[in-house]
């Protein structure tokens, strides 16, 4: 019998989902994934200055779960760092609750945090899209303009 995972709570996801050395075209590159939920907890933890065990209650998992996703999350940007790859964030997987999604305004490139958006607040354009979009946004070829 598989256990069920247990759900993870992100407050929102980070800005950038791509970050690339410079000077490296992207067909030579490696690239080391971030978990949203390992992208969390480093949001809680180092940016945001909260204990492991503060960090896990928001996110609702256990202190060493917690501290699993931090040592993840440090060892994997430590190298990208020192081993010239790339970071890449995944896209939320099932376990993951978004509390709060990161919208980009497609016309505009205006980013901004909401539970839910129909427009961009700066421009007004409904060309917008979310990370719980970006799965459906693929689909429909939105990803192959650039
Ligand atoms: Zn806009």
């Known amino acids: 019998m598989t256990r069920p995972r247990k759900v993870r709570i992100v407050g929102y996801p980070p800005a950038v989902w ?3 050395p410079q000077g490296i075209p992207t067909r030579d590159l490696e690239g080391v994934e971030l978990s949203m939920d390992e992208c969390e907890a480093i949001r809680l933890v180092d940016l945001g200055g909260l204990t492991h065990e503060e960090a896990a209650k928001r996110m609702e998992v256990s202190r060493p779960t917690l501290t699993r996703l931090v040592e993840s999350a440090h060892k ?5 760092l020192f081993e010239g790859k790339a970071l890449m964030v995944t896209e939320p997987s099932g376990n993951i609750i978004l509390r709060n999604d990161r919208f980009y305004c497609q016309d505009c490139w205006n980013s901004w945090i909401a539970r ?4 961009c607040p700066e421009c007004g354009s409904s060309n917008i899209i979310g990370w719980r979009m970006r799965r459906r946004w693929r689909q429909r070829g939105f ?4």
């Open 18 to 20: 791509f970050f690339k």
């Open 76 to 80: 994997k940007i430590a190298v990208a």
């Open 116 to 119: 839910n958006a129909r427009g």
């Open 143 to 146: 990803r192959k303009r650039r």
